[in-house]
C-alpha cells in the first residue's frame, strides 16, 4: 500500500489529504487563523473549583473555562509545583530541573478541594479541543512528542512502546534512553524508533529538551496570564509526525512557504527521503489536479453511497453518531437474501471504517446494519470491522453485533468530527430564487475582464469557473476564450475549478488573492 499527502494552502483555510492506493481516507481543514490547540502548554489560573464533579475550571484564553479532572492532574503534581514556584521566583536565571527534588506522588483518591486554590497558577496541556458547548479538557501531565520519542517532564521512568515485540530490541532501547535521558525527564519510545542509532535518539531528546527549556523561560519572564508558552506545531507537520512512514510516494504542497516547512522537518527526521516533498506548481488547483475535489465531493454529507448501490446513512447528534446501512437498488444475490444481507454489509463495514478516519468521527458509534439470521455471519463482520481498524490511530472499541442489529463502536475524540458540505448554494442568486439569464453569464464575464485590463489596469491575473463554463468558453478553433486574449492580451490565464458551482467565479491576483469584482446586486 502507497500513501501520498497533498496540502492545499489557500488565503483563508489549509486543508490536508492523505490517500492509500489513490483513495482518500483522511481530510482535515482549519481557517488559517486557527491554531492547533491540542499539544499547546499555557501557564494558566484556577478559576472555580468545582468539588461535586472533583474537578476544576481553569481560563486559558478561549470563550468557554477548560476542565481539569483531578486525576489528570498527575502523580508528579506536587513537584511540577514546587519546581513552578521556584521558575516564578527568579526572573533572571532559569531553574535546573535536574536540581528538583521529587515530592510525595498524588494520591488517586484524592480531592481538588485540598490540592487547589482559585487563583493558583498551574502548568496545563491541550489534550481535547473545545467540542460542540464543551471548552477544551486539560492535562497536568505535560508531554512533548518527537519523531522517536515522547518527552515527559517530571516523571523519571522509561518506557517502551507495547507494539515493539522483541524483548532484545526493548531492552536496548531502553539503556539507550537511560544513558542519554536528562535527570528530572521521563520518555516514552515510540513504535517508529525500533531499530534506530543512538545518534538519532539523542539528537531528538536534545531537541524536545530545548522545547521544554524554551516553555520555561517563557513561564520565568511571564507577566499576563494565561500565557503559551509552549505551542505545537502546525497540523501538516504535526500529522507528518505521527504518520510518516516509509511507503509514503510523494507529499505535494502548493504554498512555498510550507513547502520549505515541511521539507526541512522531513530532512530532520529522515534525510533520505526529503526528495518526496514537492511543491506543486500547475495552473489547475491542487486537489482537482490530484482527483481529491471528486473524492471529497462524494465522500461527505449525510448519505454516502458504495457499491453495487448500496448506501450510508450518517447523522451526527450531540451525543452520538448513527449509521444505517441500506441495500438500495442492489441487484439480489441469486443465493438468497441472507447471503445478500452479509455481502452488503461487509461492504458498510469497509466503507464505514475510511469515514471514520476521513471525518474523525468520536465519542459513541452507533450502527445498524441489516439483520443477518445466523451467527456465523454476524462475527464474519465483527471479525471484518475490526480488521479494517486496524489501521485507525485513534483508540477505539469496537463490540459485537447485538441482538437487534446494533453494533457499538467508541472512538477516541480529540477534535470536532470534520463535516465538509457539499450542498451548493447558488452564488448567482443567493438565495432569492432568481438569477439572470444564463446566456448573459459570459459576457459578464467578458465586461469584467474589460474592467480589469482597461481601468484597473490590472493585465496578469486567473480566472477560476465551474469545468462546464470552461469547456464552452475554450470550445473550438476560434474559442471565446482566444477572442479575449487577441482583444484583452495573453497575460491572464482561465482555468477550472470541480469546487465550483455552475455560475460561480472568482478573480485571482498573481499572490492567489481575490480580486473582488462581484457587483452590488450580487451581494445582496
Known amino acids: 500500500m502507497t500513501s501520498e499527502v497533498f496540502v492545499n494552502v489557500q488565503p483563508n483555510k489549509i486543508a490536508i489529504a492523505l490517500t492509500e492506493d489513490k483513495r482518500l481516507v483522511e481530510y482535515q481543514e482549519e481557517g488559517q487563523s486557527v491554531s492547533f490547540s491540542v499539544g499547546n502548554v499555557y501557564l494558566a489560573k484556577v478559576r472555580k473549583l468545582m468539588p461535586g464533579l472533583n474537578a476544576c475550571f481553569i481560563n486559558v484564553g478561549y470563550e468557554r473555562d477548560a476542565f481539569l479532572h483531578y486525576l489528570d492532574l498527575g502523580t508528579n503534581f506536587n513537584t511540577q509545583q514546587k519546581y513552578l514556584k521556584r521558575v516564578l521566583s527568579d526572573k533572571k536565571n532559569l531553574y535546573p530541573i535536574s536540581k528538583v527534588a521529587l515530592q510525595p506522588e498524588l494520591p488517586k483518591d484524592g480531592s481538588v478541594q485540598t490540592t487547589l486554590q482559585p487563583g493558583q497558577e498551574v502548568l496545563v496541556q491541550i489534550v481535547k479541543e473545545p467540542i460542540s458547548t464543551k471548552g477544551p479538557r486539560l492535562t497536568c501531565e505535560l508531554s512533548f512528542p518527537g519523531r522517536y520519542l515522547v518527552l515527559m517532564p517530571f516523571a523519571e521512568k522509561v518506557n517502551v512502546s507495547s507494539k515493539i515485540k522483541s524483548g532484545q530490541e526493548r531492552a536496548r532501547l531502553k539503556q539507550i534512553i537511560q544513558s542519554i535521558k536528562p535527570k528530572g525527564f521521563g520518555v516514552i519510545v515510540r513504535t517508529v524508533a525500533e531499530g534506530k542509532r543512538v545518534e538519532e535518539l539523542d539528537a531528538e531528546m536534545k531537541v524536545l529538551v530545548e522545547k521544554w527549556e524554551d516553555a520555561m523561560i517563557k513561564v520565568m519572564k511571564s507577566k499576563d496570564l494565561p500565557l503559551l508558552v509552549s505551542e505545537e ?14 511507503s509514503y510516494e510523494n507529499i505535494y504542497v502548493n504554498d512555498a512557504a510550507v513547502f520549505q516547512e515541511l521539507k526541512s522537518y522531513v530532512e530532520l527526521i529522515a534525510p533520505e527521503r526529503a526528495g518526496i516533498v514537492k511543491q506543486y506548481k500547475g ?10 475535489t471528486r473524492q471529497i465531493k462524494s465522500s461527505f454529507g449525510k448519505t454516502i453511497s458504495y457499491k453495487h448501490g448500496a448506501y450510508l446513512i450518517i447523522e451526527h447528534t450531540e451525543a452520538l453518531h448513527v449509521v444505517d446501512v441500506n441495500s438500495g437498488n442492489r441487484t439480489r444475490s441469486e443465493k438468497g437474501q441472507e447471503a445478500n444481507a452479509l455481502d452488503v454489509n461487509l461492504g458498510a463495514a469497509d466503507e464505514l471504517a475510511r469515514q471514520l478516519r476521513l471525518r474523525d468521527m468520536g465519542g459513541i458509534i452507533v450502527v445498524d446494519f441489516i439483520d443477518m439470521n445466523t451467527a456465523e455471519d454476524r462475527q464474519k463482520l465483527y471479525e471484518r470491522m475490526c480488521e479494517n481498524m486496524k489501521s485507525d490511530r485513534a483508540k477505539h472499541n469496537i463490540l459485537p453485533l447485538s441482538k437487534f442489529g446494533l453494533m457499538q463502536i467508541t472512538r477516541q475524540r480529540v477534535r470536532p468530527a470534520t463535516d465538509v458540505d457539499v450542498d451548493e448554494a447558488c ?25 480589469l485590463t482597461h481601468t484597473l489596469k490590472i493585465k496578469k491575473f486567473t480566472l477560476q469557473v465551474h469545468p462546464y463554463v470552461y469547456a464552452y468558453i475554450t470550445k473550438g478553433l476560434f474559442s471565446i476564450k ?20 455552475f455560475l460561480q467565479y472568482q478573480f485571482l491576483d498573481n499572490e492567489g488573492q ?11
Not at 439572470?436 to 459570459?442: A, E, I, P, Q
Open 283 to 292: 495552473s489547475l488547483p491542487i486537489f482537482d489536479n490530484f482527483d481529491i
Open 482 to 501: 482566444l477572442q479575449w486574449m487577441l482583444h484583452y492580451g495573453f497575460q491572464f490565464k482561465i482555468v477550472p475549478n470541480q469546487m465550483f458551482a
Open 233 to 246: 506545531q502546525s497540523r501538516t507537520v504535526g500529522l507528518l509526525r505521527d504518520l510518516f512512514n516509509p
Open 427 to 451: 452564488p448567482t442568486c443567493h438565495g432569492t430564487g432568481t438569477i439572470k439569464s444564463s446566456l448573459l453569464f459570459v459576457d459578464q464575464l467578458e465586461h469584467k475582464i474589460d474592467m
Open 514 to 524: 481575490e480580486i473582488d469584482m462581484k457587483e452590488e446586486i450580487e451581494i445582496k
